[in-house]
């Protein structure tokens, strides 16, 4: 079978999340901040919304096209892993590296690697062993091996809800209000109701949690507004004199 050629289905940064609308929780800020540089970002949810407390899988599927759409990304795809039993299979690792060879991201952003909800922790590892995958030229299975070999050059975490020290901050300020819109599209989660009304937070309180969040990771770096991130590997810097964020 041919192997296709790099179309302009590619992207620049894409997001890999468990679920809907957590993308817009932990990195919608930055996937904003990208677009608004040109870049041609993507979001890629593991799971439909099955299994969740509050809304259908279909609800939660018109709420994403419609955060998508404030967030101003050029795809986003739902896979069929199970919603609460996200395993780190390799049936799992093949769907998520053929979208990584058609998709072409430079870029992958994944959840940190210790969360409450397990499906959020296996995204992690099963996003990164995806990644590695997707850049063997002889893998098969799934339709992978009709797709040119692609392995990111760059894979960082977004930590916003764990206890960990950021690697670096997104400066989100301008986005500030978009972001909140797009998880606020999620009406089947975040509106007061009598479902699940032990579990999330009130809506009215929503607004005031995510943006004391994301104060607290914009003053760490000098600015109003920010996202966290981690990287495993170390950075490389060539000028000292440009590197942001005073010291004193």
């Not at 199970?82 to 053929?98: C, F, H, S, W, Y």
């Not at 990644?131 to 063997?136: I, K, N, P």
């Not at 050059?153 to 916003?160: E, G, P, R, T, W």
Request: overall charge negative.
């Amino acid at each position: 079978m041919p192997v296709a050629a790099a179309s302009d289905s590619s992207v620049d940064v894409l997001a890999i999340a468990a679920h809907r609308d957590d993308v817009e929780q932990t990195c919608g800020g930055t996937l904003l901040r990208m677009a608004a540089r040109g870049l041609r970002t993507a979001i890629l949810d593991l799971t439909q919304g099955e299994s969740g407390t509050r809304g259908s899988a279909a609800e939660r599927a018109a709420e994403a096209e419609e955060a998508a759409r404030i967030l101003g990304v050029s795809h986003r795809q739902a896979l069929d892993l199970p919603d609460g039993a996200v395993a780190n299979t390799l049936e799992n690792r093949l769907k998520i590296a053929r979208v990584l060879r058609e998709w072409r991201p430079r870029v992958v952003i994944l959840p940190y690697w210790e969360a409450r909800h397990p499906d959020h922790a296996t995204c992690a590892t099963l996003g990164y062993e995806a990644c590695f995958l997707a850049g063997l030229s002889r893998l098969s299975g799934a339709g992978v091996e009709a797709l040119a070999p692609h392995r990111p050059f760059k894979i960082v975490y977004a930590s916003l809800y764990a206890d960990v020290r950021p690697s670096f901050i997104i400066d989100i300020t301008p986005f500030i209000e978009q972001r909140h819109a797009s998880l606020m599209a999620y009406k089947s989660q975040y509106s007061n109701q009598e479902k699940g009304g032990g579990l999330f937070v009130p809506e009215e309180e929503i607004r005031e949690r995510t943006y004391a969040e994301a104060r607290h990771y914009g003053l760490l770096a000098g600015v109003k507004y920010g996202e966290p991130f981690v990287q495993r590997e170390v950075g490389l810097v060539d000028d000292l004199t440009l590197i942001p964020v005073q010291s004193i």
